[in-house]
């Protein structure tokens, strides 16, 4: 059955430093997204990414972030200047097309800012 | 008045019990109606999903939706130990999921 994949599992980094999510979405999926969830808090949504571009993205989501498909499978999160606050599991999340599709989710990166 | 309310337990049963989970939503935009299963420190993991009030059986599981309320539950018979997990409602009127807290449940051999 095809799967979302992330990589790495687990990323420990000082804060100030920059860190890249990998995820591999599900092959004929079109839209992407990112949630991250803070130890002991709800999932919360990042943003969502179609053709190319952000097409929604929450107020959590600021300079700092930034998106990029680079190539047709691999979909990136960069968190530019890492802060303690950004420790939590980002997970990834594909979907077939828009609003009514199921949202398929990664196993998640661990990040800890030290 | 908060988006979404789940209570997030803890919840602990014994085995076959049946069990009920339940959240609230004020957001009228919401149309779409999930139930995802979350163990510790892995991804969520879509369950159930709808779209229109009254319920929808798979298995084990039945999610309920009562749109008038604003209320939607997910009841699980028989249930085993391998349910223990932590439940998250999630609701989708855009194209993001908006989650509830998740109700950690275990269940008790």
């Known amino acids: 059955e095809p799967e979302v994949t992330q990589t790495p599992s687990h990323q420990v980094t000082q804060m100030g430093q920059e860190v890249i999510l990998r995820c591999v979405p599900i092959?004929?999926?079109?839209?992407f997204y990112w949630y991250r969830q803070i130890l002991g808090q709800k999932v919360e949504f990042l943003v969502s990414f179609y053709n190319n571009e952000i097409s929604e993205k929450s107020e959590i989501f600021d300079d700092q972030f930034s998106v990029e498909r680079p190539d047709g499978s691999n979909f990136t999160l960069k968190i530019r200047s890492t802060k303690l606050e950004d420790s939590a599991m980002y997970f990834c999340a594909s979907s077939e097309r828009t609003v009514s599709e199921t949202q398929y989710f990664g196993p998640g990166t661990r990040l800890l800012v030290l | 008045q908060k988006e979404v309310e789940q209570d997030p337990g803890p919840l602990s049963v014994p085995e076959g019990a049946i069990v009920s989970l339940n959240c609230t939503y004020s957001n009228s935009a919401f149309q779409y109606f999930m139930w995802y299963r979350q163990y510790s420190r892995k991804g969520p993991e879509l369950l159930m999903y709808?779209?229109?009030?009254g319920n929808k059986e798979d298995g084990r599981f039945t999610a309920q939706v009562d749109k008038s309320s604003k209320y939607i539950s997910l009841f699980i018979r028989d249930s085993q130990p391998s349910d223990s997990a932590t439940y998250l409602c999630a609701f989708q009127g855009a194209q993001k999921l908006v989650f509830g807290q998740g109700t950690r449940l275990t269940i008790n051999p």
């Open positions: 709808t779209y229109s009030s």
């Open positions: 092959s004929n999926h079109l839209y």
